[in-house]
């Protein structure tokens, strides 16, 4: 077997492997995307889709049916996901997801349905799915991913036993970048609560400079760094700063960092002169914002305009 697990997913695969003992028709699996709940699935789906797993449920990664999955066309296996050029998962892809489903088994005791990002369902999705998790066909298995249980259907959520991935130690999760060759990466790990796998989206140039302007908020320095980021969408730029502010308040109340604990020295300057109701209201913006990041707006002018605003909640 090729093992395609990472070093922190040694008691989750454990955990799913004792489950195919007694299977549950729709499991959902819980987790940060930053702690590879894919990769662990897949895993999953192929020691279930195996025609000779060993003795502990490990897949064997030589049979017909490994072989299928790894080419990615094996016929019990639909993955059910967003669309190229769709923004939610639609009504009309779990349709298909239904006709799969309309055919009993090829290879094995199983059909499986692997629902990734199942938050991105829509109204009109998820009750289209919540009437097939309802009458299941007795062979069909249902894996549900999703980083925001709370956008889910409770009703589709009741329907799954759950599970909620592990989060790796700190010296594990070090371990693993140790070889990355990741710039700040104790920093992006912090800032991704311990989940190694992410993805830093702005060059080493761009963080430094977004640093000085949250720091020393100015004119000057806000204009450096909207010039540099290239009109690009703003969703990281935006998730960084609601960070920066949550750490803001927090610091200012307990004195406490959760992400930004590098940079304590800056906010022992801002949090005397921060302005609590103009930061809540900054916060709430830019939680809206969030939902319109991808929209084909002058990104570059959008920025500006929130990091004046943020320049003036130290303003009395």
């Given at each position: 077997?090729?093992?395609?697990?990472?070093?922190?997913?040694?008691?989750?695969?454990?955990?799913?492997?004792?489950?195919?003992?007694?299977?549950?028709?729709?499991?959902?699996?819980?987790?940060?995307?930053?702690?590879?709940?894919?990769?662990?699935?897949?895993?999953?789906?192929?020691?279930?889709?195996?025609?000779?797993?060993?003795?502990?449920?490990?897949?064997?990664?030589?049979?017909?049916?490994?072989?299928?999955?790894?080419?990615?066309?094996?016929?019990?296996?639909?993955?059910?996901?967003?669309?190229e050029d769709e923004k939610a998962i639609t009504i009309s892809s779990v349709r298909a997801t239904t006709e799969f489903l309309a055919v009993?088994?090829?290879?094995?005791?199983?059909?499986?349905?692997?629902?990734?990002?199942?938050?991105?369902?829509?109204?009109?999705?998820?009750?289209?799915?919540?009437?097939?998790?309802?009458?299941?066909?007795?062979?069909?298995?249902?894996?549900?991913?999703?980083?925001?249980?709370?956008?889910?259907?409770?009703?589709?959520?009741?329907?799954?036993?759950?599970?909620?991935?592990?989060?790796?130690?700190?010296?594990?999760?070090?371990?693993?970048?140790?070889?990355?060759?990741?710039?700040?990466?104790?920093?992006?790990?912090?800032?991704?609560?311990?989940?190694?796998?992410?993805?830093?989206?702005?060059?080493?140039?761009?963080?430094?400079?977004?640093?000085?302007?949250?720091?020393?908020?100015?004119?000057?320095?806000?204009?450096?760094?909207?010039?540099?980021?290239?009109?690009?969408?703003?969703?990281?730029?935006?998730?960084?700063?609601?960070?920066?502010?949550?750490?803001?308040?927090?610091?200012?109340?307990?004195?406490?960092?959760?992400?930004?604990?590098?940079?304590?020295?800056?906010?022992?300057?801002?949090?005397?002169?921060?302005?609590?109701?103009?930061?809540?209201?900054?916060?709430?913006?830019?939680?809206?914002?969030?939902?319109?990041?991808?929209?084909?707006?002058?990104?570059?002018?959008?920025?500006?305009?929130?990091?004046?605003?943020?320049?003036?909640?130290?303003?009395?």
């Amino acid at each position: 077997m090729i093992d395609k697990r990472y070093p922190w997913q040694i008691d989750d695969y454990r955990y799913l492997l004792k489950l195919k003992g007694r299977l549950p028709q729709a499991l959902l699996i819980d987790g940060a995307k930053g702690l590879g709940g894919i990769n662990l699935a897949n895993t999953f789906i192929q020691s279930l889709l195996c025609e000779n797993p060993d003795l502990n449920g490990n897949y064997c990664g030589l049979c017909n049916s490994c072989s299928l999955y790894s080419l990615n066309s094996h016929p019990d296996y639909y993955c059910l996901s967003v669309e190229e050029d769709e923004k939610a998962i639609t009504i009309s892809s779990v349709r298909a997801t239904t006709e799969f489903l309309a055919v009993s088994t090829h290879l094995g005791h199983h059909k499986v349905v692997l629902v990734e990002d199942a938050n991105l369902l829509n109204i009109n999705s998820s009750n289209a799915l919540l009437k097939i998790l309802e009458e299941p066909p007795s062979y069909a298995v249902f894996i549900l991913l999703s980083d925001n249980v709370g956008k889910l259907l409770p009703t589709i959520v009741s329907r799954c036993q759950k599970y909620k991935l592990s989060v790796p130690d700190i010296s594990v999760a070090k371990a693993y970048l140790a070889d990355k060759n990741i710039a700040n990466s104790e920093f992006w790990l912090t800032y991704n609560n311990n989940c190694p796998l992410f993805n830093v989206e702005i060059t080493e140039e761009q963080f430094d400079l977004l640093i000085k302007v949250l720091s020393k908020p100015s004119v000057d320095k806000i204009y450096d760094f909207t010039n540099s980021i290239e009109n690009k969408n703003n969703a990281i730029i935006f998730e960084f700063i609601i960070k920066w502010l949550s750490d803001l308040i927090s610091y200012k109340l307990t004195g406490v960092l959760k992400y930004f604990t590098a940079y304590e020295d800056a906010f022992i300057d801002l949090a005397p002169k921060e302005n609590t109701s103009k930061t809540f209201y900054l916060q709430d913006k830019l939680n809206f914002l969030l939902e319109w990041a991808s929209h084909p707006l002058n990104h570059k002018l959008q920025l500006e305009n929130i990091l004046f605003q943020y320049q003036q909640v130290f303003v009395k």
